[in-house]
């Protein structure tokens, strides 16, 4: 009788073996999305945390650093290359004390009139360039300086909404860190003002034959009025719709907030 019962007992445990072995397998299944899920997140904390670093860094060494190339410089010399044109890239480095006064209230005047005011960004006039745009009206920027140079600086050329967003993550970093005396500094030395020339000592040399603290109130609104496009608008060779734009920049240069910035 013992006997009997020890063998329906030896007979069960392989069923019940098999039964705790599948439900082990079902509570790993159940458990691994889980662990998969903690080590994305984990590696996404990670990455956000290498680029803040990094980005942050990037910015700070900016603030003291001269800038010596941006990814447009880059571009722009590739594009030459390709199309085998000469490569050409002017740039020249000056600091604010030797650009003139007549420079940054220029480009104030022409580009951003509440630059001294906004912290990046001139809301009404954003929202101003989006209804002329949904009433059908032509599609035109609407970007402070601080907004341009951040693009200028640290990102590529483009319209995508990720560039966007990543425009306005740096365009709040440089206005936290550098102040706007740096970045009207770092704007007037790193954008393009012609084909191969960059920044406004350059340009006042190439097209002016002066240095960038020689330069008049004309002659910046000149520059200040081919910002917009200076591939096409060329200061040393004005157009009838340029010389217009000179003066009414001009008349604006004295009305709008003294900047403060430059050699008088």
Known sequence: MATSQTKNKTKVKP????????????????????????????????????????????VLAFKWIEVPVTPLMLYRCAQQAYHGEPVRMEHQWVPMAEISHNVPQAVMASEDNLFLRHKGFDLEQIYQARLEALHGGRERGASTISQQTAKNVFLWQGHSWVRKGLEAYFTVLIEFFWGKERIMEVYLNSIEMGRGIYGVEAVA??????????????????????????????????????????RQIMNLMGKIDDCGMGCK
């Open 15 to 58: 069923a019940q073996k098999k039964a705790q072995t599948a439900a082990a397998q079902a509570t790993e299944l159940a458990r691994k999305p889980g662990r998969w899920l903690r080590k994305l997140w984990m590696w996404l904390g990670v990455a956000v945390l290498v680029f803040v670093v990094s980005t942050v860094g990037a």
């Open 205 to 246: 040399e190439f097209h002016f034959g002066k240095q960038a603290s020689e330069l008049t109130a004309g002659e910046a609104a000149l520059i200040a009025a081919s910002l917009p496009n200076p591939l096409t608008r060329n200061s040393a060779n004005p157009s009838k719709y340029m010389q217009k734009r000179k």
